[in-house]
Nanobody, 115 residues
Framework: QVQLVESGGALVQAGGSLRLSCAASGITFSGNRVGWYRQAPGKQRELVAF???????IYADSVKGRFTCSRDNAKNTVYLQMNSLKPEDTAVYYCNANTFAEDYWGQGTQVTVSS
């Protein structure tokens, strides 16, 4: 059974930083596309960043230069380092792992950025 467990969400002031973690069981991140999405109230879920199967990292324009997505294969964990946070970054952040056959999601972690 595949499980993705996010952690690290919190309330933070604008300009602050947070690091989200996503630990996996039942699936190996290495070799699969893994990354982060977010969903703000009343909005659709949107891509934040992902690491492709080839190892490239892609970012949404809204987070380029502020967020860094990384993966630790030994720990089977993916991270999202978020710096210079803005109120518009407020959302539930979801970890995603995509194999050729399935899409897997974590339960989400709340990030709230106060102005």
């Amino acid at each position: 059974q595949v499980q993705l467990v996010e952690s690290g969400g919190a309330l933070v002031q604008a300009g602050g930083s947070l690091r989200l973690s996503c630990a996996a069981s039942g699936i190996t991140f290495s070799g699969n596309r893994v990354g982060w999405y977010r969903q703000a109230p009343g909005k659709q879920r949107e891509l934040v960043a992902f690491i492709s199967r080839g190892g490239s990292t892609i970012y949404a324009d809204s987070v380029k230069g502020r967020f860094t997505c990384s993966r630790d294969n030994a720990k089977n964990t993916v991270y999202l380092q978020m710096n210079s946070l803005k109120p518009e970054d407020t959302a539930v952040y979801y970890c995603n792992a995509n194999t050729f056959a399935e899409d897997y999601w974590g339960q989400g972690t709340q990030v709230t950025v106060s102005s």
